[in-house]
């Protein structure tokens, strides 16, 4: 028997990543996982048919999602796990972030403009797969990134957050966010957990300091190709605190080609904690 992996965070082309929950899915299976969520940013609209696609293929699928939050100036990214994927509060919260990107994207194209760059929403939709219906989608600063390339505005998408779309650069938008304590009450609500996505990427210590006095349940220790010597702290601070430590890739796809599926993941022991809450909700 080879060893039992599942890969705790992915994305899909339901938000920026580059493959259908299916293709996820089937790249899962080829890469020997056993287990996967998928956590698009600030949706779940993925599950609908990523749930009879696992069967399928036969991965052990989890409900996951990854919401934007702001922390004072702070943005901070939070995982859910294991909620009840019809809960109403979870589907208001997509739906208001659906609405906090449209007026924050809109913001961003404008500034664009102002910088002699000019980007039309209908750029932005050719742009994006043809595969899904753009309504159902997160669309982010990445997809935006994307039409600068197309456009030659910028070499790199790289290039385009670097200069243009990255925090505190000339084209940024916060738009308007939501906290991470009202996040954090909508995932348990919604009977899941929630846990902190990437710590290792909060630079900010007072943000740390506060994040670790809040409701979580977990945070997310194995992240990407982080080596061991950047893990440690957080491991420890996890276990320390008696949270879940949780794992996974952050997998985009071609967005971010340098990051493989798998390539950080969580053992069974794990896996089935959150499996059996998500069975417990999903009534499956
Ligand atoms: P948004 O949700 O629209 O704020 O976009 C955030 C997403 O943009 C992140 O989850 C990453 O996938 C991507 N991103 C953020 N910073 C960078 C960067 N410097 N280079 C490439 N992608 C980035
Ligand atoms: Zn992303
Ligand atoms: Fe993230
Ligand atoms: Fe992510």
Same mark, same amino acid.
Not at 41 to 68: K, N, W
């Given at each position: 028997?080879?060893?039992?992996? @599942? ?17 996820? =899915? ?21 599950? #609908?048919? #990523? ?17 934007? @939050? ?13 909620? #009840? ?83 505190? *650069? ?19 609500? #919604? ?32 992240? @990407? ?15 320390? *605190? ?31 904690? =959150? ?10």
């Amino acid at each position: 028997m080879s060893e039992f992996r @599942a890969d705790l965070h992915c994305h899909s082309t339901y938000s920026d990543g580059s493959l259908s929950p299916q293709e996820l =899915l089937r790249l899962a299976k080829s890469h020997a996982l056993k287990g996967l969520s998928i956590t698009d940013h600030d949706t779940i609209e993925a599950y #609908a048919s #990523a749930i009879p696609a696992a069967q399928e293929i036969g991965i052990e699928l989890i409900s996951g999602v990854e919401f934007s @939050a702001m922390h004072h100036q702070v943005s901070v990214h939070i995982l859910g796990y294991a909620f #009840a994927l019809n809960h109403p509060a979870l589907h208001q919260l997509c739906l208001r972030h659906k609405q906090r990107r449209e007026d924050r994207n809109q913001a961003i194209l404008e500034k664009l403009a102002a910088h002699g760059m000019p980007v039309t929403k209908e750029d932005i939709e050719d742009c994006l797969s043809s595969l899904l219906p753009h309504e159902k989608c997160t669309i982010g600063r990445p997809h935006i990134a994307q039409v600068l390339v197309k456009k030659r505005y910028v070499e790199t998408v790289y290039e385009a957050f670097g200069k243009y779309l990255g925090e505190g *650069k000339p084209c940024y938008a916060r738009g308007d966010p939501f906290t991470v304590e009202e996040t954090i009450n909508v995932i348990h609500q #919604a009977q899941g957990l929630a846990i902190i996505a990437h710590p290792h990427l909060i630079k900010d210590s007072q943000t740390i300091y506060h994040l670790l006095g809040m409701n979580f349940d977990g945070l997310e220790g194995y992240y @990407a190709l982080f080596a061991q010597n950047q893990i440690e702290r957080w491991l420890k601070i996890g276990k320390k *605190k008696n949270w879940l430590i949780t794992g996974g890739s952050d997998f985009h796809g071609d967005i971010k080609p340098s990051i493989p599926l798998g390539c950080s993941w969580v053992g069974e022991e794990t896996f089935r904690r =959150l499996q059996d809450l998500h069975k417990a909700n999903n009534l499956i």
